[in-house]
């Protein structure tokens, strides 16, 4: 009785819905495995990868199951510095994952948000609109990033930021040429027709005919912002290095590739793929099971 | 052309082969071109624009300077065979007989006088020859061989100002612009190598000069490819696209070490690395205490702390593990063999507790919380040296963050002294200690040209005194004691900074190929040399 | 049209004016040009003499009041570090970066919308599965890792490609092409694989993500209940849904990488702009960065332009005229 009344409801239906790929089930389970992961770092790892006192030199770059100065076992093997890359990966998945989720949800919704308005309203608002777009989409994001460290410092949050600023406009730009074919059908006449208010025209039925494409854009858009806070971090304006992320412990752990220390980058770039390969999972069974025009 | 572009990895060893047993044979017409990976590329081919290495190094296969350094950096004889002071205003030059320009102009003392008076005269430099030639009043002619300089002031470094002048012919128009020079037209000097051709971001291409008076090079043709990327340079160089690379990084050398197409060739380098501190101001922005509050006195005044941040750093293990070896430890500016070098200033030898003794006695049993800074894409690993550094002065207990920048942030802001420590590093290119002891430790004083880089604000007038005699001494066995005198009080007395080491520069090359490494860190075409 | 057209022209100008502005407030910002470009050594007088000599010493409006007269008359200014007028130094470099990125729009467009389809298609075939996984890893996986792993792999132990640099060029109306040359499209291939796998990825997906849609729309199965079987009719309708999406990020991604091909662009040694920009931001040589943004931002105006356009010429719902 009490599953009938649960199917029912929308939410209730989409789960459902959800649950019937069992690869996207697979998907949601390794998401929040590594979510908790994430969550309880500073309880799992066996060491504090950000305390320059707990790091032991002498136990640099030793490779995986190899003992330490002091008797532990090093899971995944140490970097230069002696870190212990196991509980450099842990801590590095919070922040990839912060970055890359946040940075992008947000974007996502002040995009989206500014594009759909833009091309439902059209005239002065959309031209201005656009135009910061244009002028957006052609500020490089290593600018962005340097004139932001230089004024706030560095720090997760300004990495956010930085990629809130560089990627906003790419969801306006996009949700705007989907709205833009959207705002002259039927369905919009009607709504218009039926005088709903604008807010309620643009949220509740433009919105979920153009979202299957966002979507799409959206979680390709997670992976391009965590490997874009990798480049920055590469690139030196990025998050400290005492507290690396993902993307900064491949990119610091590339150079030894070549001399066979495959450890230091191999493992965090698993990690990294496996996430976004998850991530990429999950978003296309949401689309599947949220676009209107794919229910039968 | 038997260039090596086009075949396998395997047919470009063979080509190689091949080559070298023409070379050997007396070269039976086919020519021979080597390929040069560098990290860096020249801002322009105009040999007085700009004294950057990249740029200089550039020159070098082309243009010649008036003395020149020898790969450990002495003065040696090039288009001026002797110097000698006539009296402490006047020099006098005599010149190599016999050489010719590239485009057929015999060299005299008429282009020594011209390179020599143009260069005051090139527009625009962001960084300028100037300096080399501040302390000349004029220059004459005596014959056609010989030339007189005559001095403002007293300057026993003469020699090593002149072997910064790049000779042209007296022939190059004045109004002769930059682009002018970076198309090749008046690209003309005495040197080994003719200009070809110079696209930049893809090639530089010069050829064998026939008649130039010293060694030839053992090729015909030589193509300069900069590929910044440390991995994608040594990538090329084991694709057989180039056969010889400049900066290999640490990291990289132990794979090429294990790889039998390449050898490599180290040589120590000029850069010395150090940790400079904000030692003469009551309060620094990045020392606090540890719960975070302000100290009542800047730490970092005390040379007890100094002498303690010095103690905790392990040279060895930073040099070993870090740079995988690519560097020496350091106790003062210069490495041996330099004038001003002190046989007595080693490197700090690595002591925890005599390190957390020394905190305590200056008031600090505890430690206190510091911020370092450092560049993190100007030299050698950088970043990951900070990061150690850090690590190291966690050990005696200081709370310690880390913050590495791009050098453009960096520079900006150490100027501007908003830091309190911070990892820095100095080129000896003069091969003497002088221009470092003045430009990082003398008393601030910029209408003096004193002090420069001294972003710590370090102050000590017996330093100075010593640093001023120096100047003006013309006997070079006073002029290294008062030098050596000078480091004495800088590293020992005050740890004024602390010396980390010296950076190793090494290259690689393809089996069969030879390279006399050089201190100056340039990468010369006429050095490369064919081995049998 | 015309009008629309001429509108947005004019808009542009203000824009590129105002990336003027805030590139000028941004090298402020991180630091002095002063800095970074005289020698480590320097001494305070020459220093000075550096800060003079480029203005830097005047307040910041000044600076741009000077750079504007001499822009009016259409001198972007000379390079801080090279002395050469900087749009030459950017327009030198133009070819080089515009072969790339067309070589990579042509293997993203060339491979992505077929592969899509495929997938879309018959989303439970194995070579579906095969495509969807590479495509997801081709967002994981980070451009300098991928483009040194294929520079090792292709050049270093195969040995088929050369690892590096752009190799021979003939000059096709007086501009260095590479792309007629065997050479030349040697050196052309990884460099432009590495560039175009993101984009390509995206495309399948959006791609593939569209044909789903329209195979399960009402008219599919209403002609499929017909009895028709043609997939050129669902070509036709599979292509016109997806069109629009696909336009605006090929149009996007086109954008980004003439404009920000840098990494690829060092890893392969490649002689474009992407490396001149990112060099000129490391050395602050500030007249180089607001001539090449600048610049940028008018190439965008033109490409959202274009795709604009584009739009209004795929589905005649969407109007080009923006209402006042």
Same mark, same amino acid.
């Given at each position: 009785?009490?599953?009938?009344?649960?199917?029912?409801?929308?939410?209730?239906?989409?789960?459902?819905?959800y649950?019937e790929s069992p690869m996207a089930?697979v998907a949601?389970?390794? $998401?929040?495995?590594?979510?908790?992961?994430? @969550?309880?770092?500073?309880?799992?790892?066996?060491?504090?990868?950000?305390?320059?006192?707990?790091?032991?030199?002498?136990?640099?770059?030793?490779?995986?199951?190899?003992?330490?100065?002091?008797?532990?076992?090093?899971?995944?093997?140490?970097?230069?510095?002696?870190?212990?890359?196991?509980?450099?990966?842990?801590?590095?998945?919070?922040?990839?994952?912060?970055?890359?989720?946040?940075?992008?949800?947000?974007?996502?919704?002040?995009?989206?948000?500014?594009?759909?308005?833009?091309?439902?309203?059209?005239?002065?608002?959309?031209?201005?609109?656009?135009?910061?777009?244009?002028?957006?989409?052609?500020?490089?994001?290593?600018?962005?990033?340097?004139?932001?460290? $230089?004024?706030?410092?560095?720090?997760?949050?300004?990495?956010?930021?930085? @990629? $809130?600023?560089?990627?906003?406009?790419?969801?306006?730009?996009?949700?705007?040429?989907?709205?833009?074919?959207?705002? &002259?059908?039927?369905?919009?006449?009607?709504?218009?027709?039926?005088?709903?208010?604008?807010?309620?025209?643009?949220?509740?039925?433009?919105?979920? &005919?153009?979202?299957p494409s966002i979507i799409v854009i959206a979680t390709t858009m997670?992976a391009?912002?965590?490997?874009?806070?990798?480049?920055?971090?590469?690139?030196?304006?990025?998050?400290?290095?005492?507290?690396?992320?993902?993307?900064?412990?491949?990119? &610091?752990?590339?150079?030894?590739?070549?001399?066979?220390?495959?450890?230091?980058?191999?493992?965090?770039?698993?990690?990294?793929v496996?996430?976004i390969v998850s991530l990429n999972m999950m978003g296309d069974r949401l689309r599947d099971v949220l676009n209107?025009r794919l229910?039968? | 052309?038997?260039?090596?572009?086009?075949?396998?990895?395997?047919?470009?060893?063979?080509?190689?082969?091949?080559?070298?047993?023409?070379?050997?044979?007396?070269?039976?017409?086919?020519?021979?071109?080597?390929?040069?990976?560098? *990290?860096?590329?020249?801002?322009?081919?105009?040999?007085?624009?700009?004294?950057?290495?990249?740029?200089?190094?550039?020159?070098?296969?082309?243009?010649?300077?008036?003395?020149?350094?020898?790969?450990?950096?002495?003065?040696?004889?090039?288009?001026?065979?002797?110097?000698?002071?006539?009296? !402490?205003?006047?020099?006098?030059?005599?010149?190599?007989?016999?050489?010719?320009?590239?485009?057929?102009?015999?060299?005299?003392?008429?282009?020594?006088?011209?390179?020599?008076?143009?260069? %005051?005269?090139?527009?625009? *430099? !962001?960084?300028?020859?100037?300096?080399?030639?501040?302390?000349?009043?004029?220059?004459?002619?005596?014959?056609?061989?010989?030339?007189?300089?005559?001095?403002?002031?007293?300057?026993?470094?003469?020699?090593?100002?002149?072997?910064?002048?790049?000779?042209?012919?007296?022939?190059?128009?004045?109004?002769?612009?930059?682009?002018?020079?970076?198309?090749?037209?008046?690209?003309?000097?005495?040197?080994?190598?003719?200009?070809?051709?110079?696209?930049?971001?893809?090639?530089?291409?010069?050829?064998?000069? %026939?008649?130039?008076?010293?060694?030839? *090079?053992?090729?015909?043709?030589?193509?300069?490819?900069?590929?910044?990327?440390?991995?994608?340079?040594?990538?090329?160089?084991?694709?057989?696209?180039?056969?010889?690379?400049?900066?290999?990084?640490?990291?990289?050398?132990?794979?090429?070490?294990?790889?039998?197409?390449?050898?490599?060739?180290?040589? !120590?380098?000029?850069?010395?690395?150090?940790?400079?501190?904000?030692?003469?101001?009551?309060? *620094?922005?990045?020392?606090?205490?540890?719960?975070?509050?302000?100290?009542?006195?800047?730490?970092?005044?005390?040379?007890?702390?100094?002498?303690?941040?010095?103690?905790?750093?392990?040279?060895?293990?930073?040099?070993?593990?870090?740079?995988?070896?690519?560097?020496?430890?350091?106790?003062?500016?210069?490495?041996?063999?330099?004038?001003?070098?002190?046989?007595?200033?080693? !490197?700090?030898?690595?002591?925890?507790?005599?390190?957390?003794?020394?905190?305590?006695?200056?008031?600090?049993?505890?430690?206190?919380?510091?911020?370092?800074?450092?560049?993190?894409?100007?030299?050698?690993?950088?970043?990951?040296?900070?990061?150690?550094?850090?690590?190291?002065?966690?050990?005696?207990?200081?709370?310690?963050?880390?913050?590495?920048? %791009?050098? +453009?942030?960096?520079?900006?802001?150490?100027?501007?002294?908003?830091?309190?420590?911070?990892?820095?590093?100095?080129?000896?290119?003069?091969?003497?200690?002088?221009?470092?002891?003045?430009?990082?430790?003398?008393?601030?004083?910029?209408?003096?040209?004193?002090?420069?880089?001294?972003?710590?604000?370090? +102050?000590? %007038?017996?330093?100075?005194?010593?640093?001023?005699?120096?100047?003006?001494?013309?006997?070079?066995?006073?002029?290294?004691?008062?030098?050596?005198?000078?480091?004495?009080?800088?590293?020992?007395?005050?740890?004024?900074?602390?010396?980390?080491?010296?950076?190793?520069?090494?290259?690689?090359?393809?089996?069969?190929?030879?390279?006399?490494?050089?201190?100056?860190?340039?990468?010369?075409?006429?050095?490369?040399?064919?081995?049998? | 049209?015309?009008?629309?057209?001429?509108?947005?022209?004019? /808009?542009?100008?203000?824009?590129?004016?105002?990336?003027?502005?805030?590139?000028?407030?941004?090298?402020?910002?991180?630091?002095?040009?002063?800095?970074?470009?005289?020698?480590?050594?320097?001494?305070?007088?020459?220093?000075?003499?550096?800060?003079?000599?480029?203005?830097?010493?005047?307040?910041?409006?000044?600076?741009?009041?000077?750079?504007?007269?001499?822009?009016?008359?259409?001198?972007?200014?000379?390079?801080?570090?090279?002395?050469?007028?900087?749009?030459?130094?950017?327009?030198?470099?133009?070819?080089?970066?515009?072969?790339?990125?067309?070589?990579?729009?042509?293997i993203t467009v060339l491979l992505g919308i077929p592969l899509g389809l495929y997938a879309g298609f018959k989303p439970s075939a194995l070579p579906s599965k095969i495509i969807m996984g590479v495509s997801a890893f081709g967002f994981s996986v980070?451009?300098?890792?991928?483009?040194?792993?294929?520079?090792?792999?292709?050049?270093?132990?195969?040995?088929?490609?050369?690892?590096?640099?752009?190799?021979?060029?003939?000059?096709?109306?007086?501009?260095?092409?590479?792309?007629?040359?065997?050479?030349?499209? /040697?050196?052309?291939?990884?460099?432009?694989i590495?560039?175009s796998f993101f984009k390509l990825s995206l495309i399948i997906r959006l791609t593939r993500a569209g044909t789903q849609e329209v195979i399960r729309s009402?008219?599919i199965?209403?002609?499929k209940?017909?009895?028709?079987?043609?997939s050129r009719i669902i070509l036709v309708h599979v292509l016109k849904n997806i069109l629009i999406p696909i336009t605006?990020i090929l149009?996007?991604e086109?954008?980004?990488?003439?404009?920000?091909?840098?990494?690829?662009?060092?890893?392969?040694?490649?002689?474009?702009?992407?490396?001149?920009?990112?060099?000129?931001?490391?050395?602050?040589?500030?007249?180089?960065?607001?001539?090449?943004?600048?610049?940028?931002?008018?190439?965008?105006?033109?490409?959202?332009?274009?795709?604009?356009?584009?739009?209004?010429?795929?589905?005649?719902?969407?109007?080009?005229?923006?209402?006042?």
């Open positions: 009785m009490k599953g009938i009344k649960f199917k029912d409801k929308p939410l209730g239906k989409a789960l459902v819905e649950g089930v949601f389970c390794i $998401v929040v495995i590594f979510i908790l992961a994430a @969550l309880f770092a500073s309880q799992l790892a066996p060491q504090d990868p950000y305390d320059l006192a707990s790091l032991e030199l002498m136990d640099g770059t030793l490779e995986p199951m190899s003992e330490s100065f002091s008797g532990s076992i090093y899971v995944l093997g140490t970097d230069a510095q002696g870190r212990d890359m196991l509980s450099a990966i842990l801590y590095g998945i919070r922040i990839s994952l912060s970055v890359g989720v946040a940075s992008t949800l947000i974007a996502f919704a002040l995009g989206t948000s500014m594009g759909l308005v833009a091309a439902y309203k059209g005239g002065r608002f959309e031209t201005l609109l656009m135009r910061v777009v244009d002028l957006q989409l052609s500020f490089p994001a290593l600018l962005i990033a340097l004139v932001l460290l $230089v004024i706030l410092g560095q720090g997760v949050d300004k990495i956010v930021l930085a @990629l $809130v600023i560089v990627n906003w406009a790419y969801f306006a730009r996009s949700a705007r040429g989907s709205a833009m074919a959207e705002r &002259n059908r039927e369905y919009m006449e009607a709504a218009r027709a039926l005088r709903l208010g604008e807010a309620r025209i643009i949220f509740c039925h433009l919105l979920p &005919n153009v979202l997670v391009r912002a965590i490997s874009t806070e990798a480049t920055l971090s590469f690139l030196g304006i990025g998050l400290p290095i005492t507290e690396p992320s993902l993307g900064l412990l491949i990119s &610091n752990g590339f150079r030894y590739l070549l001399s066979g220390k495959y450890w230091i980058s191999f493992y965090p770039g698993i990690a990294l496996i996430i209107p229910k039968r | 052309m038997h260039s090596f572009d086009k075949a396998t990895t395997w047919r470009k060893a063979l080509a190689l082969a091949f080559t070298i047993v023409l070379a050997a044979a007396g070269g039976l017409g086919a020519q021979t071109v080597l390929k040069v990976g560098t *990290s860096t590329e020249p801002a322009s081919l105009d040999p007085q624009y700009s004294t950057t290495g990249a740029t200089q190094q550039a020159s070098q296969q082309i243009f010649e300077t008036i003395v020149s350094r020898s790969q450990n950096l002495r003065m040696s004889p090039s288009l001026a065979l002797s110097w000698k002071e006539v009296d !402490p205003l006047t020099w006098e030059l005599k010149l190599r007989q016999g050489v010719k320009f590239h485009d057929g102009k015999d060299f005299g003392s008429d282009d020594v006088i011209f390179s020599i008076k143009r260069i %005051p005269r090139v527009p625009d *430099s !962001p960084s300028s020859y100037k300096r080399n030639v501040a302390a000349i009043k004029d220059v004459v002619a005596v014959d056609k061989h010989t030339v007189r300089i005559f001095l403002k002031t007293p300057s026993p470094q003469l020699p090593i100002d002149l072997s910064f002048i790049y000779v042209l012919p007296s022939t190059t128009p004045e109004n002769a612009t930059i682009d002018d020079f970076n198309k090749g037209k008046y690209v003309v000097g005495t040197g080994p190598f003719k200009f070809v051709e110079w696209v930049r971001g893809d090639r530089f291409v010069v050829e064998r000069n %026939p008649n130039y008076w010293g060694q030839k *090079s053992s090729f015909d043709r030589v193509i300069f490819r900069p590929i910044t990327n440390d991995p994608s340079r040594v990538a090329a160089l084991l694709a057989g696209d180039v056969d010889v690379i400049d900066n290999v990084s640490p990291v990289d050398q132990e794979r090429l070490r294990k790889d039998n197409r390449v050898s490599l060739i180290s040589k !120590p380098g000029v850069t010395m690395m150090y940790i400079h501190m904000d030692s003469n101001r009551d309060k *620094s922005p990045y020392v606090t205490g540890k719960d975070g509050k302000p100290l009542d006195k800047n730490p970092l005044k005390d040379p007890k702390v100094r002498e303690a941040l010095s103690l905790a750093i392990n040279r060895e293990a930073l040099v070993s593990r870090i740079l995988n070896g690519a560097a020496v430890p350091s106790g003062q500016f210069v490495p041996e063999g330099m004038v001003g070098y002190a046989p007595d200033l080693l !490197p700090e030898p690595y002591d925890v507790e005599k390190a957390k003794r020394l905190l305590a006695e200056a008031g600090y049993p505890n430690g206190f919380s510091i911020t370092l800074h450092a560049p993190n894409d100007r030299y050698l690993n950088d970043e990951q040296v900070a990061q150690t550094v850090g690590q190291f002065f966690a050990r005696i207990g200081l709370d310690v963050k880390v913050q590495a920048l %791009p050098y +453009s942030v960096f520079i900006t802001a150490a100027t501007k002294l908003e830091y309190s420590i911070f990892l820095m590093g100095f080129g000896n290119t003069t091969g003497d200690a002088a221009r470092g002891l003045t430009a990082v430790l003398a008393t601030y004083d910029a209408s003096a040209g004193l002090g420069a880089n001294n972003r710590g604000r370090y +102050s000590n %007038p017996d330093f100075d005194k010593l640093i001023k005699a120096a100047a003006v001494e013309n006997d070079e066995e006073k002029r290294d004691a008062y030098l050596q005198d000078a480091a004495r009080v800088a590293f020992k007395q005050d740890r004024a900074i602390l010396p980390l080491y010296f950076q190793t520069i090494t290259w690689a090359v393809r089996k069969g190929l030879s390279y006399e490494p050089r201190m100056d860190e340039y990468t010369l075409a006429n050095k490369v040399t064919i081995v049998r | 049209m015309t009008v629309f057209i001429i509108r947005r022209l004019l /808009q542009s100008v203000v824009l590129v004016l105002v990336m003027s502005v805030l590139v000028f407030l941004g090298v402020y910002a991180i630091g002095n040009p002063a800095d970074t470009l005289i020698a480590p050594d320097a001494t305070e007088a020459e220093r000075i003499a550096i800060v003079e000599h480029f203005g830097l010493d005047k307040p910041l409006y000044a600076q741009y009041g000077k750079f504007l007269a001499n822009a009016l008359k259409g001198d972007m200014g000379n390079s801080f570090k090279f002395n050469e007028p900087a749009l030459k130094l950017i327009t030198e470099r133009i070819p080089a970066t515009l072969e790339l990125a067309f070589a990579a729009l042509f980070p451009v300098f890792w991928l483009g040194l792993m294929m520079v090792m792999t292709f050049a270093v132990i195969l040995g088929w490609l050369p690892a590096s640099g752009r190799g021979k060029t003939v000059d096709l109306f007086g501009i260095p092409v590479s792309f007629l040359t065997w050479d030349g499209i /040697q050196h052309m291939i990884l460099p432009a590495n560039l009402d008219y199965k209403y002609a209940a017909k009895g028709l079987k043609s605006t149009g996007l086109f954008g980004r990488t003439i404009a920000f091909a840098t990494v690829t662009e060092t890893i392969f040694a490649w002689p474009g702009m992407g490396k001149l920009i990112i060099d000129s931001i490391s050395t602050l040589d500030r007249p180089v960065i607001v001539a090449y943004l600048m610049m940028i931002v008018i190439m965008f105006i033109m490409i959202n332009l274009i795709v604009d356009i584009i739009y209004s010429l795929l589905d005649p719902r969407v109007r080009l005229e923006e209402r006042a």
